[in-house]
């Protein structure tokens, strides 16, 4: 089978399409027919770092068929479509685990499909189980083009969050994203944070932060957080490093919490799978949720797609097309 796969080097690792056996479901596995993979900034940011080590598969969110079950899989029957989070998905055919797949809605593409599990699952950890998001609170969203800001801008929205704010470096970026449940657009390249929401907020700040931006925003995020106010990091995008006021920290009794699967074991992982499954399904099913697609690539055109992904122009999700 065809599959995009990162040649690890010493300079970082290369991407190239490779002929591969497919897999084969073992015990309690399921194995799909990838008809559509999303695309992330993090498989590139990964690729880049791979010096040694072995050959990889790339991906980590897919929509298919199911084309076999393993022994003692319950629940999944040759044929059902689905989508599912797992590594190695940027191929022809995957093995996941039965309890990180979700069903796809009768009527929703298989790029729509693809465009859905990573993003969702990461937005909704952070959001509802780390940030204990509580209808009424506030949410900042930083970042907020991005495929993650955007479905946690659109689970803010749906769990009654009032109001959410999305800051952007890019004022047509938020002009395209306005309909997906902004309060208060934030251009960050001419607008002060801080002075937006204190005055939106009768000077109480925001309930929950949503970051991916990390260093450059920190700052303002700490000065824009309410009382017991939490801010959630996914990812460092602007930069790794920030200084820390102890004093703000103290004072407003706030929480910082970090989010990654990279440290997660697998039943956490798959506990993140199906608590995404459970609030977002029903939502997914009445087309209350759904991501823009930005741009669609033949998976063969990885390298195309890797390079409109790292323009940063795009606004929602980059979806491979495997067929
Ligand atoms: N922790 C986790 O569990 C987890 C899970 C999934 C993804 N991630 C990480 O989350 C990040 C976002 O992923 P994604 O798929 O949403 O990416 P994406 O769609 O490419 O969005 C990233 C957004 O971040 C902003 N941005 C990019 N570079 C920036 C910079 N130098 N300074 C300030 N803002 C910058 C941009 O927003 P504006 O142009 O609107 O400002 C951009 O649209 C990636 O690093 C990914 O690895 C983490």
Not at 167 to 195: F, N, P
Not at 214 to 227: C, H, I, Q, T
Request: neutral net charge.
């Amino acid at each position: 089978m065809k599959a995009v796969r990162v040649i690890p080097g010493p300079e970082g690792g290369q991407v190239a399409i490779e002929d591969i056996a497919p897999p084969v479901a073992g015990p309690n596995q399921v194995l799909v027919r990838v008809r559509a993979a999303g695309l992330n900034r993090g498989e590139i940011n990964q690729a880049k770092e791979l010096r040694t080590g072995n050959t990889i598969t790339t991906g980590v969110e897919f929509a298919g068929e199911v084309a076999a079950v393993g022994e003692g899989v319950a629940g999944w029957r040759k044929g059902d479509r689905v989508m599912g989070h797992g590594r190695g998905c940027q191929a022809e055919f995957v093995v996941a685990d039965p309890m990180a797949l979700i069903p796809v809605p009768d009527g929703m593409s298989w790029t729509d499909a693809a465009a859905f599990p990573n993003v969702f699952i990461t937005a909704h950890d952070a959001l509802v189980v780390n940030g204990r998001l509580k209808a009424g609170e506030s949410v900042l969203v930083n970042g907020a083009s991005g495929g993650v800001a955007m479905a946690a801008i659109q689970i803010a929205s749906l769990m009654g969050a009032k109001p959410v704010f999305a800051s952007s470096r890019s004022a047509a970026k938020l002009d395209k994203i306005s309909q997906c449940g902004v309060d208060v657009a934030i251009d960050s390249s001419r607008q002060d944070q801080v002075e937006v929401i204190m005055q939106a907020t009768e000077n109480r700040g925001v309930d929950i932060i949503i970051d991916t931006v990390g260093g450059p925003v920190f700052e303002a995020n700490m000065k824009s957080l309410a009382v017991q106010g939490r801010l959630v990091n996914i990812a460092r995008l602007g930069s790794a490093t920030a200084q820390i006021d102890l004093s703000t920290l103290w004072l407003k009794r706030l929480h910082l919490i970090g989010v990654t699967f990279r440290t997660r074991t697998e039943q956490e992982r798959l506990d993140c799978i199906q608590a995404c499954a459970r609030d977002m399904l029903p939502l997914l099913r009445a087309g209350r949720v759904r991501l823009p697609i930005d741009r669609t690539f033949a998976m063969t055109d990885i390298h195309a797609a890797h390079a409109y992904m790292k323009q940063d122009q795009h606004v929602g999700k980059i979806v491979l097309l495997v067929d």
